[in-house]
C-alpha cells in the first residue's frame, strides 16, 4: 500500500466555522507534511512532524493547527480562517526526514477549500 | 533568482513528440524530484535522483550534478501525460525534510 488519503476531498467554510483536515498512511512512515498550494503555484511547506513530534513550522498562522494523533494520523484544524486560506492543502509522507538519505515523498490528493 | 528554476513554464505538443523539460538548480543538492500533478491536485512522484540516468516506461530522467541541471524526457507522448510537471531539489544546506520546488511546467498534449 502506497497510498496517501485526505479527507475530504473538497471543504467550504465560512469564516467562524471550525473544520479539520484528515490525512492516512499506512506505509509505516514515520515523516509526514502539510502543504499548502495556491492555484498555478507550486506547494509550500506548512509543518513537518516527524515521529509524532512537530519538527518544523514554517510561520504558520495560529488558525492552523496541526495535530499527530499516531504514527498514521496527521489533521490540521482549521479555525476563523481567512478568503486568502483558500488553496489546495496536500499531505504527504515519507520514511523519515533525515538529510543524508534519499527519501521519496508520497502525497495525497489533496483537500480543496474554500473559504467564504 | 529562485533555487530552481524550471522551462519552459508552458509546452504543447502533438501525440507521439519526443518532450524535455529543464530543471536547474543553484544549490548542493542530495537529491532531486521530479513530480506529476494533474488538474484535480494529487501529486506522484516520478523520479528521485541524486546521479545519472533513471528510465520508467516512457519516462526518462537524468541528472548532471557537476552542470546543477536535470532533464524529463517523455517519449511517445500521449495525451494522458498532460499535467503539471514539476522539479523539487532537496538542498544539503536546509533541513533533510524540506523539498525547494520549482514552479513547474503545465504540458498540454494533443491527439
Known amino acids: 500500500d502506497t497510498e496517501v488519503t485526505q479527507t475530504p476531498k473538497h471543504l467550504v467554510m465560512g469564516m467562524t466555522n471550525k473544520k479539520s483536515l484528515k490525512c492516512e498512511q499506512h506505509?509505516?512512515?514515520?515523516?509526514m507534511y502539510w502543504y499548502k498550494q495556491k492555484a498555478k503555484k507550486p506547494p509550500e511547506l506548512m509543518f513537518v512532524?516527524?515521529?509524532?513530534?512537530?519538527?518544523i513550522n514554517e510561520s504558520v498562522p495560529s488558525r492552523f493547527s496541526p495535530e499527530c494523533p499516531n504514527s498514521s494520523l496527521l489533521n490540521l484544524h482549521l479555525h476563523a480562517l481567512q478568503p486568502e486560506d483558500s488553496a489546495l492543502y496536500l499531505c504527504?509522507?515519507?520514511?523519515?526526514?533525515?538529510?543524508?538519505?534519499?527519501?521519496?515523498?508520497?502525497f495525497g490528493p489533496g483537500t480543496r477549500l474554500l473559504v467564504l | 533568482k529562485n533555487e530552481v528554476e524550471q522551462s519552459p513554464q508552458n509546452l504543447t505538443a502533438q501525440e507521439g513528440e519526443f518532450i524535455t523539460i529543464n530543471c536547474s538548480y543553484s544549490?548542493?543538492?542530495?537529491?532531486l524530484h521530479w513530480l506529476q500533478q494533474h488538474p484535480g491536485g494529487g501529486i506522484v512522484s516520478l523520479f528521485m535522483?541524486?546521479?545519472g540516468k533513471k528510465k520508467h516506461g516512457r519516462l526518462i530522467a537524468t541528472i548532471n550534478i557537476q552542470e546543477k541541471h536535470s532533464s524529463l524526457h517523455i517519449t511517445a507522448s500521449h495525451p494522458r501525460d498532460s499535467a503539471v510537471y514539476i522539479c523539487?531539489?532537496?538542498?544539503?544546506?536546509?533541513?533533510?525534510?524540506?523539498?525547494?520546488f520549482g514552479e513547474g511546467t503545465q504540458l498540454t498534449v494533443n491527439p
Open positions: 512532524y516527524s515521529y509524532e513530534k512537530l519538527s
Open positions: 523539487a531539489v532537496r538542498s544539503r544546506e536546509t533541513s533533510g525534510s524540506r523539498l525547494t
Open positions: 506505509m509505516g512512515h514515520r515523516a
Open positions: 504527504a509522507s515519507s520514511q523519515g526526514v533525515t538529510g543524508q538519505r534519499q527519501e521519496t515523498q508520497y
Open positions: 535522483l541524486s546521479s
Open positions: 544549490v548542493g543538492i542530495s537529491a
